[in-house]
């Protein structure tokens, strides 16, 4: 099926270690975006990307950066994690017929 | 900045009841809305998209309102059934064009009960 597959599902790092999450689309999408979600803070833009060759900070973006390798796919890395890192991490893509989410990286940092 | 709030943050209902998710936004320069589903420990799931220009959507037992100048969405779900049961988001898109950001409320967790 169509949609934004997210790798990895589930990752524990220690504090100061490196990682990237990584985002790939099929739906031949421009935009595409990294979210993180806590409870009781909704989900909260991190970076976005316009079109391939373009990124933008969001709300959130200290501690984090990205590359939008191609159009297909939009790559998040953590330099070094800290616990207020602990979160959900959403990929997402989007045109004018709204968006599309993954499924999700759900990202432990002890 | 806009600001979505979504009330109430929890319900719970009997199985066959209708009911009603409300969104309210501050910024009423929306190019569309969209609600979402989330089940526990998965993503999100779209449900119904309206447009700026639209007043509602259907899609099922699904009807979403939009009334853009009073800042106010609302989700009515007939016939409530346990498989409903989930987190029901609501997130506003507030520039035209395809770079634009959603900025989402925190949810109501809906529970309906046999």
């Known amino acids: 099926n169509a949609g934004v597959t997210q790798t990895p599902k589930f990752q524990v790092l220690k504090t100061g270690q490196s990682m990237t999450l990584q985002c790939a689309q099929d739906m031949n999408h421009n935009s595409m975006y990294w979210y993180r979600q806590d409870p009781g803070m909704g989900l909260r833009l991190i970076y976005y990307?316009?079109?391939?060759?373009?990124?933008d900070k969001g709300e959130v973006p200290n501690g984090y950066n990205v590359s939008r390798l191609n159009k297909r796919e939009f790559s998040l890395r953590l330099e070094s994690a800290a616990p207020s890192q602990t979160s959900v991490y959403f990929c997402?893509?989007?045109?004018?017929?709204?968006?599309?989410f993954g499924s999700g990286t759900r990202l432990t940092v002890v | 900045k806009q600001e979505v709030t979504q009330i109430p943050a929890a319900l719970s209902v009997p199985e066959g009841e209708n009911l009603v998710l409300n969104c309210s936004f501050t910024d009423s320069a929306i190019y569309n809305l969209q609600w979402f589903r989330q089940d526990p420990g998965k993503g999100l799931t779209s449900l119904l998209l309206i447009q700026s220009s639209q007043r509602e959507q259907t899609s099922g037992r699904l009807n979403a309102s939009l009334d853009k100048s009073s800042g106010r969405s609302t989700l009515y779900i007939a016939a409530s059934q346990p498989g409903d049961s989930a987190t029901y988001l609501c997130?506003?898109?507030?520039?035209?064009?395809?770079?634009?950001?959603?900025?989402f409320g925190t949810g109501t967790r809906l529970q309906v009960t046999l």
């Open positions: 997130a506003v898109r507030s520039l035209a064009g395809t770079a634009s950001k959603l900025t």
């Open positions: 997402a893509s989007s045109e004018a017929d709204g968006y599309t």
């Open positions: 990307s316009a079109s391939e060759g373009t990124t």
